[in-house]
């Protein structure tokens, strides 16, 4: 299970890559492999301000269908939209071309809240 040590995690199972004032966000290599084979990803807040927490869009697997959560308040400035015709990216490069969204950082304390690498890996038990 690949969990690098330079990304942020949530205990949603999603990971932040924090770049100044943007967060790029996606699920983890460890998520991926629980939900299986994706088939859609589904994001229809761009351009919204939200709240850490909030449900932001949705992955579909062969069997489920799994909430996305916000992992930092702010403006979803971006969506990986080769996500709609290539969804698989996301089981084969969960922390690269699968990344699913780009947020405008609206309240910086809140990395302090995200989980480190060991932190991550005692949740998943790795």
Do not use: C, R
């Amino acid at each position: 299970m690949n969990i690098p040590s330079n990304l942020k995690y949530t205990k949603d199972h999603e990971w932040v890559a924090i770049d100044g004032d943007t967060a790029t966000v996606g699920i983890t290599d460890f998520a991926q492999g629980e939900l299986g084979d994706i088939v859609y990803v589904e994001v229809e807040t761009l351009d919204e301000t939200m709240d850490a927490d909030e449900v932001f869009g949705s992955v579909e697997a062969v069997k489920t269908v799994s909430d996305l959560f916000l992992p930092l308040s702010g403006e979803i400035i971006a969506f990986n939209d080769s996500l709609e015709s290539d969804p698989e990216k996301v089981n084969n490069d969960p922390y690269g071309e699968g990344w699913m969204i780009k947020i405008k950082i609206s309240n910086p304390d809140e990395i302090e809240n995200l989980l480190d690498e060991t932190g991550y890996k005692e949740l998943v038990g790795a």
